[in-house]
């Protein structure tokens, strides 16, 4: 039997803004809704479905990206004069990391959450292209 990933729930203080800021960054569709959520769809028919409920606490989501759209998302970022960093603990600030023979970026939503985009999965397995 195959499990496959389909959905998580992200909690934050607006959830059309977040699943806006999200899905603008990564240029992906306009969010569409399910219920309390603001769902955005992803590719491989996974989605973040953004909803507000209590506190958000930061939490860590990466997306495996081909290396055109790590060039647009990338100057997406830039455009917006976001911060990104090239680890997930911000130390190495405005880098690009080649990790596992690819390239690598953090960046931060309104809420804290730690988003990355890579395009390579770790330990070098074949990219989204």
Same mark, same amino acid.
Request: aromatic fraction near 12%; include cysteine; charge should be negative.
């Given at each position: 039997?195959?499990?496959?990933?389909?959905?998580?729930i992200?909690?934050?203080?607006?959830? %059309?803004?977040?699943?806006?800021?999200?899905?603008g960054i990564?240029?992906l569709?306009? +969010?569409?809704?399910y219920? +309390?959520?603001a769902?955005v769809?992803?590719?491989?028919g996974?989605?973040?479905d953004?909803?507000e409920?209590?506190?958000p606490?930061?939490?860590?989501y990466?997306?495996?990206v081909?290396e055109?759209e790590?060039?647009?998302i990338?100057?997406?970022?830039?455009?917006?004069g976001?911060t990104? %960093?090239? /680890? +997930?603990?911000?130390?190495?600030?405005?880098?690009?990391n080649?990790?596992?023979?690819?390239r690598?970026? #953090? %960046? /931060?939503?309104? /809420?804290?959450h730690?988003?990355?985009?890579l395009t390579?999965? #770790?330990?070098? %397995? +074949?990219s989204?292209?």
């Amino acid at each position: 039997m195959a499990v496959e990933f389909n959905h998580t729930i992200v909690n934050c203080t607006d959830k %059309w803004a977040s699943a806006r800021f999200l899905s603008g960054i990564l240029g992906l569709g306009e +969010p569409g809704s399910y219920g +309390p959520f603001a769902v955005v769809e992803l590719g491989n028919g996974a989605s973040l479905d953004f909803a507000e409920h209590g506190q958000p606490r930061a939490q860590h989501y990466a997306f495996l990206v081909t290396e055109d759209e790590f060039d647009e998302i990338h100057a997406r970022i830039v455009e917006r004069g976001l911060t990104y %960093w090239a /680890d +997930p603990f911000h130390q190495r600030e405005r880098e690009i990391n080649t990790n596992d023979g690819g390239r690598g970026l #953090y %960046w /931060d939503d309104p /809420d804290g959450h730690n988003l990355e985009i890579l395009t390579v999965p #770790y330990g070098g %397995w +074949p990219s989204a292209q």
